[in-house]
C-alpha cells in the first residue's frame, strides 16, 4: 500500500506501526523531495530510523503475504 505524498515541510520524519498479527512481516519504505513531484520519482528507502524530511513524503508499506 502506498500513501499519497504529503507536504511536512522540513521536519524530522518518524513513522509508527501498529502490529495486529503475528508472524506476518511488514516493511515500511518511504521517499521524500523538495517538491511532490521530486518525491514521486524518488528511490524507496527502508525505514529505520526517523529522517529529516525534504519537505514532501511518501510512505509504502509491503508485506511478505
Known sequence: ???EVINTGALTME???NVYVSGDDVFLKYR???S???CEVAS???YTVPFMSLGF???RI???L
Open 1 to 3: 500500500m502506498v500513501s
Open 15 to 17: 513513522l509508527l506501526q
Open 32 to 34: 521524500h523531495g523538495s
Open 36 to 38: 511532490a513531484s521530486a
Open 44 to 46: 524507496w528507502n527502508d
Open 57 to 59: 513524503v511518501q510512505v
Open 62 to 64: 509491503e508485506s511478505t
